[in-house]
């Protein structure tokens, strides 16, 4: 028996610890919109492409700061010479076999080439201010999308909040009708009223738990989580909701976001960058001029020494392989001037599609312009209308509260039906809704044109 108690009480603390591992790993983390943010900039697919992208582009820097340096190379040839052929090392011609080995360094520099390898470095290091612009364009962009989940998933919850808590009003107003109709003070037929309400709540709730569901899916799509992976954001403090704050002009947010926005600033530099090539291209039209050298040196199986002091019997013997290759050192160098002539008109083709390229920039930096007006007017007139609907909706909250205490103790008088009660209770409810809805629009509205204005989106 001992044994068996023991045996069952290891049993029991087994499943107990097991029980309380599971929950410490199945609990959700919660997570602040700091928190998102840090994540998503740090594991963003998107924002990891742009980074891949500076850094080839750096790299491209470099490799154009190396064009300024000589070429400089080394070769070695091993030939095998069948019949009639020159000996390279003798200029003979022989007819036989041969075996030749040589070597060779040869240097070149280019002088001048019309500039166009400082300019290329010029550009090329621009391209990369603008590459690093265009991903502090994706990382705020991503940032203010991460709000708009964020601000959603809260708006949904309160909403679910507030559902709940009127349903718990309902149920204590079921639970004081059913105490009536037992005690005879109402008829039966005063509870079915209430019970259609309740059962309307409820499929509030649940659409309400589904919204909140869609908008966390949302914000783990714009976080690229992990499949399987369940976060619980973390509410933040309320930040002070002012009625009647004061919002800027869209003339003002834009011509303070013309001077803050990385997408402004990249167009800008590709437009420099495009006049950049056209003066690349330009250059050529420019003659070219380098230097160059070269030295070598070979062995030939064939090449003889013959010494003819005794005329009648000249002597040959073969020269050894380190003698000849220190005999036929040679040197060459010297200036080349290029100048172009024909060249079926590539640098003219080059020009035009630079010039077209500064066209297409501008055009596109103009967009970009609008694009930014055209969202701050938005932003802007979202903002107004969000004020205005957070104000009136409170008024009205006001009011509906008003009415709803007003119908409760009449209905507790007796001089007011059920349904009229449901009605005002609806009123009411629709109220708090409507405020919940104008708040966090008038919030993420706000924080939109703090965004265009070159502020940090915080909440708190």
Same mark, same amino acid.
């Given at each position: 028996?001992?044994?068996?108690?023991?045996?069952?009480?290891?049993?029991?603390?087994?499943?107990?610890?097991?029980?309380?591992?599971?929950?410490?790993?199945?609990?959700?983390?919660?997570?602040?919109?700091?928190?998102?943010?840090?994540?998503?900039?740090?594991?963003?697919?998107?924002?990891?492409?742009?980074?891949?992208?500076?850094?080839?582009?750096?790299?491209?820097?470099?490799?154009?700061?190396?064009?300024?340096?000589?070429?400089?190379?080394?070769?070695?040839?091993?030939?095998l010479?069948?019949?009639?052929?020159?000996?390279?090392?003798?200029?003979?011609?022989?007819?036989?076999?041969?075996?030749?080995?040589?070597?060779?360094?040869?240097?070149?520099?280019?002088?001048?080439?019309?500039?166009?390898?400082?300019?290329?470095?010029?550009?090329?290091?621009?391209?990369?201010?603008?590459?690093?612009?265009?991903?502090?364009?994706?990382k705020?962009?991503?940032?203010?999308n991460?709000?708009?989940?964020y601000l959603? #998933?809260?708006?949904?919850?309160?909403?679910?909040?507030?559902?709940k808590?009127?349903?718990?009003?309902?149920?204590?107003?079921?639970?004081?009708?059913?105490?009536?109709?037992?005690?005879?003070?109402?008829?039966?037929?005063?509870?079915?009223?209430?019970?259609?309400?309740?059962?309307?709540?409820?499929?509030?709730?649940?659409?309400?738990?589904?919204?909140?569901?869609?908008?966390?899916?949302?914000?783990?799509?714009?976080?690229?989580?992990?499949?399987?992976?369940?976060?619980?954001?973390?509410?933040?403090?309320?930040?002070?909701?002012?009625?009647?704050?004061?919002?800027?002009?869209?003339?003002?947010?834009?011509?303070?976001?013309?001077?803050?926005?990385?997408?402004?600033?990249?167009?800008?530099?590709?437009?420099?960058?495009?006049?950049?090539?056209?003066? #690349?291209?330009?250059?050529?039209?420019?003659?070219?001029?380098?230097?160059?050298?070269?030295?070598?040196?070979?062995?030939?199986?064939q090449?003889r020494?013959?010494?003819?002091?005794?005329?009648?019997?000249p002597?040959?013997?073969?020269?050894?392989?380190?003698?000849?290759?220190?005999?036929?050192?040679?040197?060459?160098?010297?200036?080349?001037?290029?100048?172009?002539?024909?060249?079926?008109?590539?640098?003219?083709?080059?020009?035009?599609?630079?010039?077209?390229?500064?066209?297409?920039?501008?055009?596109?930096?103009?967009?970009?312009?609008?694009?930014?007006?055209?969202?701050?007017?938005?932003?802007?007139?979202?903002?107004?209308?969000?004020?205005?609907?957070?104000?009136?909706?409170?008024?009205?909250?006001?009011?509906?509260?008003?009415?709803?205490?007003?119908?409760?103790?009449r209905?507790?008088?007796?001089?007011?039906?059920?349904?009229?009660?449901?009605?005002a209770?609806?009123?009411?409810?629709?109220?708090?809704?409507r405020?919940?809805?104008?708040?966090?629009?008038?919030?993420?509205?706000?924080?939109?044109?703090?965004?265009?204005?070159?502020?940090?989106?915080?909440?708190?």
């Amino acid at each position: 028996m001992d044994d068996q108690k023991c045996r069952f009480k290891s049993t029991g603390f087994f499943f107990i610890f097991l029980f309380l591992v599971s929950n410490v790993f199945s609990q959700t983390e919660e997570w602040t919109l700091e928190q998102c943010v840090t994540y998503a900039v740090q594991n963003n697919i998107q924002l990891k492409q742009g980074q891949l992208n500076q850094a080839m582009a750096e790299m491209q820097v470099q490799q154009s700061k190396y064009d300024l340096t000589p070429n400089v190379n080394g070769t070695f040839d091993l030939g095998l010479n069948l019949g009639r052929s020159i000996d390279p090392t003798t200029n003979q011609f022989l007819n036989q076999t041969t075996w030749t080995n040589q070597y060779g360094l040869s240097l070149s520099q280019e002088v001048f080439s019309g500039l166009t390898k400082l300019k290329t470095i010029d550009k090329n290091k621009i391209d990369v201010q603008a590459i690093a612009l265009d991903n502090e364009s994706l990382k705020t962009n991503l940032e203010l999308n991460l709000l708009t989940a964020y601000l959603n #998933i809260l708006n949904a919850e309160e909403q679910l909040e507030q559902a709940k808590i009127s349903q718990k009003s309902t149920e204590e107003q079921l639970q004081r009708t059913q105490t009536l109709i037992k005690a005879g003070a109402l008829a039966e037929k005063a509870i079915i009223d209430i019970e259609t309400q309740k059962i309307s709540e409820e499929a509030t709730i649940t659409n309400l738990e589904n919204q909140v569901k869609l908008a966390y899916n949302t914000l783990k799509n714009i976080l690229q989580l992990e499949p399987g992976k369940d976060i619980k954001i973390k509410k933040p403090e309320e930040p002070d909701v002012v009625g009647n704050q004061v919002i800027e002009t869209p003339e003002t947010i834009y011509s303070e976001a013309l001077k803050r926005r990385p997408e402004i600033k990249s167009q800008q530099l590709k437009i420099e960058s495009s006049k950049l090539s056209l003066s #690349i291209a330009k250059g050529a039209y420019l003659p070219t001029i380098s230097l160059f050298s070269s030295f070598g040196t070979g062995y030939s199986n064939q090449f003889r020494n013959y010494d003819f002091s005794d005329p009648l019997n000249p002597i040959v013997s073969k020269v050894s392989y380190g003698n000849q290759l220190n005999d036929n050192i040679g040197y060459n160098m010297g200036i080349r001037l290029t100048i172009p002539i024909y060249n079926k008109r590539l640098p003219y083709f080059g020009m035009r599609q630079a010039e077209f390229g500064i066209q297409n920039a501008d055009f596109q930096l103009k967009t970009a312009e609008l694009q930014l007006y055209e969202n701050i007017k938005q932003a802007y007139l979202r903002a107004t209308t969000a004020q205005a609907n957070y104000n009136i909706s409170l008024k009205s909250l006001e009011a509906s509260n008003k009415s709803l205490e007003y119908a409760k103790e009449r209905l507790d008088r007796g001089v007011l039906t059920q349904i009229e009660y449901t009605v005002a209770k609806n009123v009411r409810d629709a109220a708090q809704s409507r405020v919940s809805q104008a708040k966090y629009e008038y919030i993420f509205s706000t924080k939109v044109l703090d965004f265009y204005m070159g502020k940090d989106i915080q909440l708190d």
